[in-house]
C-alpha cells in the first residue's frame, strides 16, 4: 500500500484541564479530500492547527510522507508543503489580490540588500491565476481584497494555496456565510486542486456541502476519532449525523 501523505499518530492536547485531543491518529492519502467532521468543541480546529503549527502537542507523532516530522511553526508548516486556509482567512484586506497571493513570499529583482518586490510579475501571475480558478467577474489583480466577496476571498486563498503547489491544503470552514453560487465555486476549487494531484482537508459543518466534495469522511468526537473511512457514496447524512452526535435513532422493534 502506498505511504499515506500525512499521519498524525497518538496526538493529544490538553488546555489546562481541557482536554481538546485524546490520543487521535489521522491519515490523509494522496490525491484525497477528506471531510473532518465532528460538533462544536470536537477538537477539529485543534487537529489541524497541530498540522499548520499554529499549536503545538502535548503528545504525538507527525509523519509527512513517512518521514518523521516537526511542525513548530507556520514556517515548518509550509516548507513540508502544508497550506491551511482559515475561515477568517489571513488575507490583508487593504493590500491587493496581488500583494495577498504572494504575502511573505514575494519575488523580488534588484542585487542582493537593494532587492524590491517585483510587481510586475506579481501583478501578471495574479492575473493568470485569477482566470484559472475561474473568477468570473474581470477584476484586476491590483484590486484591494477589501472589494471582494466572501467567495472571492476564499478563491484567493486557495489560488495562493495552489500557486506555491502545496501538497496539503487545509480549509477549516471555508463555505461559511457563503451564498449558494460562491459555495460551489469554493467546492469547485477544490476538486480542482484534487485532481491537479493535491489533496485536501475539509472542515464544515454543513454536512451537504462535505458529501458533495469529499473522497473520504472521518469523524471526531470529544477529542477522539469515532469513525474514520466513512465513504459518503456508501453511507447517508443521517447516518454521519448520528455518529457525530453520538445519538442512535433507535430501532422499532
Ligand atoms: N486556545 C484555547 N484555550 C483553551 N481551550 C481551547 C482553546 N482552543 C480550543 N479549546 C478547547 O478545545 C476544545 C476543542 O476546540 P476546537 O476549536 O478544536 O473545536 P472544533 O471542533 O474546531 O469546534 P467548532 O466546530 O466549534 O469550530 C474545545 O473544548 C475548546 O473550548
Ligand atoms: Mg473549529
Do not use: C, W
Request: net charge neutral; glycine share 10%; aromatic share 4%.
Amino acid at each position: 500500500m502506498a505511504t499515506d501523505l500525512i499521519q498524525m499518530k497518538g496526538i493529544a492536547k490538553s488546555y489546562g484541564p481541557v482536554t481538546a485531543l485524546d490520543g487521535v491518529d489521522f491519515a490523509v492519502r494522496e490525491n484525497e479530500i477528506v471531510g473532518l467532521l465532528g460538533d462544536n468543541g470536537a477538537g477539529k480546529s485543534t487537529l489541524i492547527k497541530i498540522l499548520s503549527g499554529t499549536v503545538t502537542a502535548t503528545r504525538g507523532d507527525i509523519f509527512v510522507r513517512g518521514q518523521k516530522a516537526q511542525i513548530r511553526n507556520t514556517t515548518d508548516a509550509i516548507a513540508l508543503g502544508i497550506e491551511t486556509i482559515h475561515q477568517d482567512s489571513a488575507l490583508v484586506t487593504q493590500l491587493s489580490i496581488a500583494r495577498n497571493l504572494f504575502l511573505g513570499r514575494e519575488p523580488t529583482i534588484g542585487p542582493g540588500f537593494l532587492n524590491r518586490m517585483d510587481k510586475r510579475k506579481m501583478n501578471e501571475v495574479a492575473g493568470r491565476l485569477l482566470k484559472e480558478i475561474g473568477i468570473k467577474k474581470d477584476i484586476p489583480a491590483t484590486t484591494p481584497i477589501s472589494y471582494l466577496s466572501g467567495g472571492e476571498r476564499q478563491a484567493v486563498s486557495i489560488a495562493r494555496a495552489l500557486h506555491f503547489d502545496s501538497d496539503l491544503i487545509i480549509l477549516d470552514e471555508p463555505t461559511n456565510n457563503l451564498g449558494v453560487e460562491e459555495t460551489q465555486g469554493v467546492l469547485r476549487f477544490m476538486r480542482r486542486a484534487r485532481d491537479t494531484g493535491h489533496s485536501l482537508i475539509f472542515i464544515a459543518h454543513n454536512i451537504h456541502h462535505v458529501f458533495q466534495v469529499v473522497d473520504r469522511i472521518v469523524v471526531l468526537r470529544r477529542g477522539k476519532v469515532v469513525a474514520e473511512d466513512v465513504d459518503p457514496k456508501q453511507t447517508t447524512i443521517e447516518a454521519v449525523e448520528e455518529l457525530i452526535t453520538g445519538m442512535a435513532i433507535t430501532q422499532a422493534a
